[in-house]
C-alpha cells in the first residue's frame, strides 16, 4: 500500500481560495488514477475529483465543477487540489485516495487513504 499525506487545509472566507496538497510515497504512484473526497460533520463521504496517471483526464463533481480543478505532478508524488470560490458548503474534511481501477465517484474503488486535512469556510 501508499501512504498518503494531505496538507493545505485551513480557514478561508467565503470566496476565498486552498490548494490542497497530497503527497505520496513510494514508486509506483504514476501508475494509478488518484482522487480527492470530503465528509462534512454528519454526512457521507462524497467524491470530488479524480485523475488519471499521466494527469490527461480528469472527472470533476457537479458541485465543485468550474471551482476546483485537480492536477497532478508524478515527478513529486503529489497531486493537488485547487479550489477557487470558496462556500460554506464546501466546509468538510478533504481526503486523498488512490483508487483500484479506472473512473469511479465510490469509495469502494480506492484502496488507499490518507488521514485528511480540514478546510473551513466562513460566511
Known amino acids: 500500500q501508499v501512504q498518503l499525506v494531505e496538507s493545505g487545509g485551513g480557514l478561508v472566507q467565503a470566496g476565498g481560495s486552498l490548494r490542497l496538497s497530497c503527497a505520496a510515497s513510494?514508486?509506483?504512484?504514476?501508475?494509478?488514477?488518484m482522487g480527492w473526497f470530503r465528509q462534512a460533520p454528519g454526512k457521507e463521504r462524497e467524491f470530488v475529483a479524480s485523475?488519471?496517471?499521466?494527469?490527461?483526464?480528469?472527472n470533476t463533481a457537479d458541485s465543485v465543477k468550474g471551482r476546483f480543478t485537480i492536477s497532478r505532478d508524478n515527478a513529486k508524488n503529489t497531486v493537488y487540489l485547487q479550489m477557487n470560490s470558496l462556500t460554506p458548503e464546501d466546509t468538510a474534511v478533504y481526503y486523498c485516495a488512490r483508487a483500484v481501477g479506472g473512473v469511479s465517484t465510490t469509495t469502494q474503488n480506492y484502496d488507499s487513504w490518507g488521514q485528511g486535512t480540514q478546510v473551513t469556510v466562513s460566511s
Open positions: 513510494g514508486r509506483t504512484f504514476s501508475s494509478y488514477r
Open positions: 485523475i488519471n496517471w499521466s494527469g490527461s483526464s480528469t
